[in-house]
């Protein structure tokens, strides 16, 4: 009993080691990502449930990596969030989606809102108001056409003030403030009222089992409620079938987002996908 107990102690020191290993390797990779040009955005459409109307996109960041191939976002931002890496790289995405957003607005692709999220180091280091405010200007896109998605967690992280002080200076920019994964975080109905947002996104662990699970459908109803008394749009993510679109139709959400309408598609087949009116 006593070797295996050590066999198990080596086989799991050696798989943290591997663990570590592979994390400094992908972080390595991670800090030449920009320069090699391997980072590149994805968008999907925001849809006006009652309409059917595409009224926004989301700016998803993906990354081909010579070495590692294709990493998911959920593997590589954590990493470059803990590595600080996620300054430079939010700077990029910012200044990308922002670059496209009005490219499509210059070839008259109707398109209200580009959706860009923003992480909580890239929030609270720095000059966010600063660096949006200059990208806007860079490239020429109209502040309405932008919104930042915030995480609940990050808006919380002080009670100074320091955050409702950046949020009116962000909105005095003219773009708007969406609450992403509204649900999951630490739900103060206080910072609600408070702080300047624009609209809740509901998080896709709520609207996956919908038609299956009471309380999920409970949830959901009093997010849309909480929503329209507060003055402020709601957004269901991860919209896959009929049944959710019907519910969230019926309770009056305003818009959703999910493989029901389209996955995230690079910018040449989104734009295709919007021109050809598929709704
Ligand atoms: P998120 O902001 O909540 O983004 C929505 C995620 O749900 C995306 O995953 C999207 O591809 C996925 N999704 C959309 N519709 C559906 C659906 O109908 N079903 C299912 N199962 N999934 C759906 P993705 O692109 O893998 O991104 C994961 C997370 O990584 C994002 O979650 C966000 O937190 C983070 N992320 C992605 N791009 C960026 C970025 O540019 N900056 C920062 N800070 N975080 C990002
Ligand atoms: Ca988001
Ligand atoms: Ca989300
Ligand atoms: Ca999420």
């Known amino acids: 009993a006593k070797a295996s107990g050590r066999n198990t102690f ?84 910012l200044r990308e989606a922002c670059r496209q957003a009005r490219a499509w607005y210059d070839q008259g692709l109707e398109l209200a809102v580009m959706a860009v999220n923003v992480s909580a180091l ?15 200007r860079e490239t020429g896109l109209p502040a309405e056409c932008l919104e930042l998605e915030l995480t609940e967690s990050l808006l919380v992280q002080d009670g100074s003030g320091t955050t409702l002080n950046t949020l009116r200076r962000l909105k005095a920019l003219g773009l708007r403030i969406a609450i992403d994964d509204f649900g999951t975080g630490y739900s103060s109905l206080a910072y609600l009222r408070r702080f300047p947002i624009d ?15 009471p309380e999920d459908a409970a949830i959901v109803n009093l ?17 896959e079938d009929h049944g959710q679109l019907a519910f969230l139709c019926e309770r009056g959400c305003n818009d959703g987002q999910g493989y029901l309408f389209a996955r995230p598609m690079p910018a040449a087949a989104f734009a295709a996908w919007l021109g050809s009116g598929p709704l």
């Open 10 to 93: 080596r086989f799991f020191t050696a798989q943290m080691n591997a663990d570590a290993h592979e994390r400094l390797v992908m972080l390595s990779h991670l800090r030449q990502a920009v320069q090699r040009g391997e980072l590149e955005l994805h968008y999907q459409p925001q849809v006006e449930l009652a309409t059917g109307r595409v009224v926004g996109a989301e700016a998803l960041l993906r990354w081909q990596c010579a070495e590692l191939g294709s990493v998911p976002p959920a593997r590589f931002i954590p990493l470059a969030e803990e590595s600080g890496l996620i300054i430079p790289i939010g700077e990029w995405v």
């Open 199 to 213: 609209k809740l996104k509901i998080d896709r662990a709520f609207v996956r089992d919908l038609a299956s699970d």
């Open 122 to 136: 890239q929030f609270h280091r720095g000059d966010p108001v600063e660096m949006v405010g200059r990208i806007l």
């Open 223 to 239: 997010i849309v409620d909480l929503g329209r008394i507060l003055k402020l749009k709601t957004v269901a993510e991860g919209v």
